[in-house]
């Protein structure tokens, strides 16, 4: 990694400063995570990466290894996250592609990281060298989608990353029929992560007081949807603590929830409100002007 000096010696202007910060940041994380981030080196690896990724999410067709190879091959963003001292031991892998120019944005497009792996910052780390990378070539924020009903990847993307959702897009992929999202709607919000500014972990969004619950958690683990008081311009929406549990154990509740969230959001959005932050007890924070 090459870090460029001013014409006259002197110390690197503030874009050499912030890409050498990313790249430090990145680095510390993976290490203090105990991976390390690479591209992989030939068809071998990159199946490798394919087969984790098949591994996480069950799905034959998320990318396929000639797509992987391919888009590596042209440029993208094909990384495999492995233990340090063998890159043939791999526990998570990402692929990404450049947006139109105009938006000078990489778009992830997967990113899987080993069940028996998460809790580590593992997600963190690939994150930050995902933002190190796009920097060094000179894009200015990461986009990707999540699904808003799994509360750690709203902690990790709205909190600890700090990116803001631009989007909901309802039923976006269709049916997959994978062992993640089974044959229910695809439901994703699409995040933007500006990554040209230095970055920070960020803390949990502040419960307002009297901030009014409009889908909440019911003592059966159900979601209770509520109306939304005339005139908020700041309300709490709940997920399920554990949604992916419950698809595995209750489907039928997975999928109330899914509806239930869907019925929420939509005229939310259509009212004015934004996401703004998730709480440290699961809440999607929404505020604006209705």
């Known amino acids: 990694m090459m870090v460029a000096m001013t014409d006259d010696g002197g110390p690197p202007a503030p874009g050499a400063r912030l890409l050498a910060e990313a790249w430090a940041q990145a680095q510390d994380l993976c290490r203090a995570a105990g991976v390390a981030v690479s591209a992989p080196e030939g068809p071998a690896q990159v199946a490798r990466a394919v087969a984790v990724l098949r591994e996480i999410w069950g799905e ?15 440029g993208g963003y094909v990384m495999t996250v492995h233990e340090p001292a063998d890159p043939a031991v791999v526990v998570g892998a ?8 105009q938006h000078r944005r990489l778009h992830s497009h997967v990113t899987g990281v080993r069940a028996d792996r998460r809790g580590r910052h593992v997600g963190t780390a690939l994150k930050l060298h995902q933002r190190a990378w796009a920097l060094e070539r000179g ?31 309802p039923d976006f992929y269709g049916a997959t029929g994978d062992l993640v999202n089974a044959d229910g709607p695809t ?16 803390t949990p969004a ?19 949807t509520r109306a939304v008081p005339s005139g908020a311009d700041r309300v709490l929406v709940a997920v399920p603590r554990d949604v992916e549990s419950l698809r595995a154990r209750q489907p039928d509740l ?4 899914r509806a239930a969230l869907h019925g929420t959001l939509v005229p939310l959005l259509a009212d004015g409100l934004a996401v703004t932050g998730f709480t440290l007890d699961g809440h999607y924070l929404m505020e604006g002007s209705r």
Do not use: C, K
């Not at 994703?188 to 960020?202: L, N, Q, S, T, Y």
């Open 94 to 101: 990402s692929a990404a592609f450049f947006a139109a120019p």
């Open 60 to 74: 034959p067709d998320a990318l396929s290894a000639t797509a992987m190879r391919a888009l590596q091959h042209v």
């Open 187 to 202: 439901d994703r919000f699409e995040v933007v992560w500006d990554i040209a500014r230095p970055w920070a972990p960020g």
């Open 206 to 224: 502040e419960r307002p007081p009297g901030t009014p619950v409009v889908l909440a958690v019911s003592p059966d683990g159900a979601p209770s």
């Open 139 to 169: 894009l200015d924020a990461i986009s990707w989608t999540f699904d808003p009903l799994v509360g750690r990847n709203a902690h990790l993307n709205l909190t600890r990353l700090g990116a803001r959702v631009e989007a909901y897009l």
């Open 254 to 257: 997975a999928r109330e929830w």
